[in-house]
């Protein structure tokens, strides 16, 4: 069992044991899953792009399984007010971004964010590097098991506006499915749910980690939310 209360420089490592047996469809995909059936926007060749990490984290809720999220607070200067997973960039403490550096960012962001207690998650996976060209990040998506949970809440509201859960189930219903277009042309999907649009890179791995589990259920795509310019 991962045990990663240390985030700096103690072990932080991958393990599917003892997770729960409605976690086999996601384990699968993301030991089967291409680049490119994330995402069209992959990693520049060059290696350009600023390092960073998100934690994916699954729990066992009220209503069954659920993600954990985040609202950013809407004086940040990227990606203000958007629903997200924890995450953000790799610190130099945090170790190699090609090897167990993502790791350790995701927990230690988590923790900086939500407040959560990273000894009782367990990573289990984590998918390819993606990358978004708005802010230049290159992320690693880091998929882990909330084990014995902890309280969260807002850590700094210069960061985090707000912090919540979402039961898979209200991400997979169709009714809280839509597809945003944004003023550039730009079409993705989003979900309405928790009094939330999450779209964007969230939205779309969400999306995808749905399909290639097998959850997905048919929905509307053309149900559209448009967005504005500042989005």
């Given at each position: 069992?991962?045990?990663?209360?240390?985030?700096?420089?103690?072990?932080?490592?991958?393990s599917k044991e003892g997770l729960p047996t409605?976690?086999?469809?996601?384990?699968?995909?993301?030991?089967?899953?291409?680049?490119l059936q994330l995402s069209r926007f992959l990693?520049?060749?060059?290696?350009?792009?600023?390092?960073?990490?998100?934690?994916?984290?699954?729990?066992?809720?009220?209503?069954?399984?659920?993600?954990?999220?985040?609202?950013?607070?809407?004086?940040?200067?990227?990606?203000?007010?958007?629903?997200?997973?924890?995450?953000?960039?790799?610190?130099?403490?945090?170790?190699?971004?090609?090897?167990?550096?993502?790791?350790?960012?995701?927990?230690?962001?988590?923790?900086?964010?939500?407040?959560?207690?990273?000894?009782?998650?367990?990573?289990?996976?984590?998918?390819?590097?993606?990358?978004?060209?708005?802010?230049?990040?290159?992320?690693?998506?880091?998929?882990?098991?909330?084990?014995?949970?902890?309280?969260?809440?807002?850590?700094?509201?210069?960061?985090?506006?707000?912090?919540?859960?979402?039961?898979?189930?209200?991400?997979?219903?169709?009714?809280?499915?839509?597809?945003?277009?944004?003023?550039?042309?730009?079409?993705?999907?989003?979900?309405?749910?928790?009094?939330?649009?999450?779209?964007?890179?969230?939205?779309?791995?969400?999306?995808?980690?749905?399909?290639?589990?097998?959850?997905?259920?048919?929905?509307?795509?053309?149900?559209?939310?448009?967005?504005?310019?500042?989005?």
């Open positions: 069992m991962t045990r990663a209360s240390n985030t700096q420089g103690g072990p932080v490592t991958l409605w976690l086999d469809p996601v384990v699968h995909a993301v030991e089967t899953v291409q680049p990693p520049p060749a060059d290696g350009a792009g600023r390092q960073s990490a998100v934690l994916i984290l699954f729990g066992d809720g009220e209503r069954g399984p659920e993600l954990l999220l985040m609202e950013r607070a809407s004086s940040l200067r990227s990606h203000a007010g958007q629903p997200s997973f924890p995450g953000g960039a790799l610190d130099a403490e945090d170790g190699d971004p090609h090897g167990d550096g993502p790791l350790r960012a995701a927990l230690r962001e988590a923790e900086e964010e939500t407040g959560l207690d990273p000894s009782g998650v367990q990573l289990f996976g984590v998918l390819p590097k993606l990358y978004i060209p708005v802010s230049g990040f290159v992320v690693t998506p880091v998929l882990g098991w909330w084990r014995e949970p902890s309280p969260v809440g807002v850590v700094d509201p210069g960061e985090t506006a707000r912090v919540f859960t979402v039961p898979v189930a209200d991400l997979t219903n169709p009714d809280n499915r839509a597809t945003t277009v944004h003023p550039s042309g730009h079409r993705g999907p989003a979900f309405l749910v928790e009094s939330a649009l999450v779209w964007g890179f969230t939205a779309g791995v969400i999306d995808r980690l749905l399909h290639f589990a097998g959850w997905e259920h048919p929905w509307d795509r053309e149900k559209q939310v448009p967005l504005d310019w500042r989005s």
